[in-house]
């Protein structure tokens, strides 16, 4: 068995020519592929290698940070925890090896003597002590990354166990609005799909959470299926273009080796992009893992490139493209506003509400206020929505445990008015139902959505012999004087799935039961910001 494995740019092969000779100088093997002999196979000697070596050392460059080749095999060293990344130049690794600190090798030449050399040689004693020993490794923690504000210090297993209870830290955005487009997640036909959807006047997406399960995925298949039917529509303007996936993509915790079975295999029919927020499981790790929370869902939809990453298997899906684990979705119609409300049971949250959550930074704050003015400088005329794991408003009964999240709202509630933009509507997921509520407030009638019935289970709101339906009533305790707000329609009977409909003028919520039947719609008039028509019962 190999010490170490360098991964590395071909560009940069001079510069790792020296930090394989201080290594082999400093009593280790390495192997790098130059020893590929006559008639290898190229990949499948480079997997060997690295699944043979007991570490893997990637060295980042203002090349290799941009390689295909670089990325997968940081991404394989990483699952196997045996990951040490060097600096060659001062870049930021990409997400979401950017959570994993670095040593610097910048403007190193070579010497076995000295700080530079001596952080990465205690790096490698210690996987290798590790290796030797038979335990599982752990990462290693060497210097933070120029660009992305990462957490304080790596998180332990037990810390991140602790996230049903603790708020953790997550990676910043180097950019105060990181933005993401439909051009981009569609790829090369992009700005053709863009143009197409312009000319048709409305775009149609999925949306839902809590979908895995870690004891099978019957039910989430069943809700995919019946979003793939929707591609089967003979008019172009009602095809669905994506999915946006509201938080808890896997269950119990966000390690990548659960998204083949809970994410990549129950969607392998799913045709167009799947975008997602991350849920509070995301966020989680299983006791015994090691890295930092976040990284499953970092690996698979934050990536810097469309990567085909291990976990998709035999399925034909890249990773996505998101900058951050926070960001504006911009669409033909739509803004989308995406926020990480952190791995908390609940309540859910974006800062660090006053100093209360100390290892949470308030840059979703600054993101949110950068994003409406934004919006309101350009005069964005679509529909705005935010979209966020955790509900504001979320009704409980006697099998839930999870209720809203007023603090986080009051977060909302002031930089919308400081900025003076609304949402059109707020989507969430979280409880395992679907739940709709309507806000008056400022005028406006904002439709708060949970859309938590996506596959993994049914929190009950009512006896389960009690039929499903409308059960309005007015909850106490609004964020604003003088407004009201209403549970209009409920479901906790079947899994089902949000479609959304958008064009100049109107907003369409539809919530559809994977059975086929649509259970509730409501339409917001862009303008006016009010309800224009919605079924029986709102």
Not at 54 to 66: A, D, G, M, P, R
Not at 94 to 99: Q, V
Not at 410 to 437: E, M, T
Request: a negative charge; one cysteine or more; charged letters at 20%.
């Amino acid at each position: 068995m190999t010490d170490i494995f360098l991964s590395y740019s071909a560009a940069d092969r001079p510069r790792a020519e020296l930090v394989v000779r201080a290594l082999e100088q400093s009593g280790y093997s390495v192997w790098w592929d130059p020893k590929i002999g006559p008639g290898g196979v190229y990949d499948e000697v480079i997997e060997a290698a690295l699944d043979d070596a007991k570490c893997c050392i990637v060295l980042w460059s203002q090349i290799s940070v941009k390689s295909l080749w670089v990325r997968s095999e940081a991404n394989k060293a990483s699952q196997r925890n045996v990951l040490i990344p060097a600096l060659l130049d001062k870049v930021s690794p990409p997400l979401p090896f950017n959570l994993i600190q670095a040593a610097s090798l910048v403007g190193w030449l070579g010497s076995t003597q000295g700080s530079q050399f001596d952080i990465l040689i205690k790096a490698v004693r210690g996987i290798l002590s590790r290796a030797d020993a038979g335990a599982i490794p752990s990462k290693q923690v060497i210097q933070n990354p120029p660009s992305v504000v990462a957490p304080e210090s790596p998180l332990s297993a037990t810390e991140a166990v602790a996230g049903n209870d603790q708020a953790l830290p997550f990676p910043i955005s180097a950019e105060v609005e990181p933005i993401l487009t439909l051009e981009a997640v569609i790829g090369t036909e992009g700005q053709t799909k863009v143009s197409t959807l312009q000319n048709l006047g409305q775009i149609v997406f999925h949306a839902v959470g809590d979908t895995g399960n870690a004891n099978g995925t019957r039910d989430q298949e069943t809700v995919a299926g019946r979003m793939v039917s929707d591609y089967n529509e003979n008019d172009p303007a009602k095809q669905p273009c994506f999915f946006l996936h509201l938080g808890d993509v896997v269950y119990s915790f966000g390690e990548a080796e659960r998204y083949y079975d809970q994410f990549y295999n129950p969607y392998r029919n799913y045709p167009g992009p799947i975008v997602a927020i991350a849920g509070h499981h995301d966020g989680m790790a299983a006791p015994g893992a090691s890295g930092a929370s976040l990284m499953g869902f970092l690996s698979n939809f934050c990536a810097s490139a469309p990567i085909r990453n291990p976990e998709a298997g035999d399925v034909n899906r890249s990773a996505q493209i998101q900058p951050a684990v926070y960001f504006t979705f911009e669409l033909p119609f739509v803004r989308i506003l995406a926020l990480y409300s952190n791995c908390l049971g609940g309540p859910g949250i974006i800062s660090s509400q006053g100093g209360e959550h100390p290892g949470v930074l308030d840059s979703q704050l600054s993101f949110l206020t950068a994003a409406l003015l934004r919006a309101k400088s350009e005069q964005f005329l679509g529909a705005l929505i935010i979209a966020v794991h955790h509900p504001p408003y979320c009704a409980s009964g006697s099998s839930v445990g999870r209720g809203d999240s007023r603090l986080m709202l009051k977060d909302f509630d002031s930089i919308c008015q400081s900025v003076g933009l609304w949402p059109h509507a707020v989507l969430s997921a979280h409880s395992d139902n679907y739940q709709r509520f309507t806000r008056f407030i400022n005028g406006s009638e904002i439709p708060y959505v949970v859309a938590g019935a996506g596959g993994h289970g049914i929190d009950l709101l009512t006896d389960k012999n009690t039929s499903a339906g409308a059960r309005p009533y007015i909850l106490n305790g609004a964020s604003q004087d003088g407004e009201m707000v209403t549970l209009d329609r409920c479901d906790d009977q079947a899994f089902g799935n949000l479609r959304v409909t958008a064009d100049a003028q109107q907003l369409q919520l539809e919530y559809r039961r994977a059975t086929g039947e649509t259970f509730d719609s409501v339409v917001v008039d862009l303008a006016t910001r009010k309800r224009v028509d919605a079924l029986a019962g709102s």
